[in-house]
């Protein structure tokens, strides 16, 4: 596997997120870099490459490139590999979704990963993320639809501030609606200094606990492995059939 750091930073604004106090905005590697990094892996044999930054759909956006235009020519090649994209943000998901889809009729993208967070409309405002619930449910159908085999990961926190048990549920819904093949469930951990630390009322731990059981439950009964790893890393899920 070889792995290439496309760009660092992020412009996005998380309510419970500190990487962007701590690593600072987004600043995007040239795309003859990547390029050049991508051709050095493939001439020392790779064939299967991982694409990761923080923000990775923002990447080109201070060096005016863009996201497709850097996967457009990492896919117009003729040799045998495969591409594996980390946390796509659903705004640029939904940004990109046309080129993507003329993109991965090439078969050279065969995992996105598409952290939605929740399912929850009114959370998703709280995270200060991209929340048309709906626009995001159709982009990734659409994938789904027209490329069966494309492995679709995701994220998703629990117990963020205010979070109903109907929100908690909405996620649950989307996960199945979606049928992602694999994911994460993160318990939600307060990060000092985060926007979120002021949103009330936030969720006891038990309360927590209860719902990381509850969706445990659910997925198995949705037809995944759930493996639980740890307080930290919470619930891990995926299909049988899951190109992880
Ligand atoms: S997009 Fe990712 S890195 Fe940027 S603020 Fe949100 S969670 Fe943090």
Redesign the pocket.
């Known amino acids: 596997m070889y792995r290439i750091r496309i760009s660092w930073g992020?412009n996005?604004?998380?309510s419970y997120?500190g990487?962007?106090k701590a690593i600072g905005f987004h600043k995007s590697k040239s795309l003859e870099q990547v390029v050049e990094e991508f051709g050095r892996g493939l001439n020392n044999g790779y064939n299967h490459f991982v694409l990761n930054a923080?923000?990775i759909g923002a990447y080109g956006i201070d060096i005016r490139s863009s996201f497709s235009e850097m996967l457009d020519k990492l896919t117009n090649n003729h040799a045998d590999y495969k591409i594996s994209i980390a946390n796509l943000?659903p705004r640029w998901l939904i940004r990109y979704i046309d080129d993507l889809e003329e993109i991965f009729k090439r078969q050279k993208i065969t995992r996105l990963g598409v952290p939605i967070q929740s399912g929850s409309s009114r959370i998703l405002k709280l995270m200060n993320r991209y929340h048309d619930t709906k626009k995001i449910k159709e982009a990734l159908l659409r994938l789904k639809t027209a490329f069966p085999k494309l492995s679709l990961h995701t994220h998703i926190i629990v117990g963020f501030p205010s979070e109903t048990d109907e929100d908690f549920k909405k996620t649950l819904f989307f996960i199945k609606k979606c049928n992602f093949n694999a994911g994460q469930i993160n318990p939600f951990s307060r990060k000092t200094g985060a926007e979120a630390e002021s949103i009330e009322p936030k969720i006891p731990e038990d309360e927590i606990n209860k719902r990381m059981n509850y969706a445990k439950k659910f997925l198995k009964k949705a037809g995944y492995n759930v493996m639980y790893k740890s307080k930290v890393y919470g619930l891990l899920f995926d299909k049988m059939d899951s190109n992880i």
Do not use: G, Y
Request: proline letters at 0%; hydrophobic letters at 10%.
């Open positions: 992020c996005s604004n998380c997120c990487i962007k923080d923000d943000s």
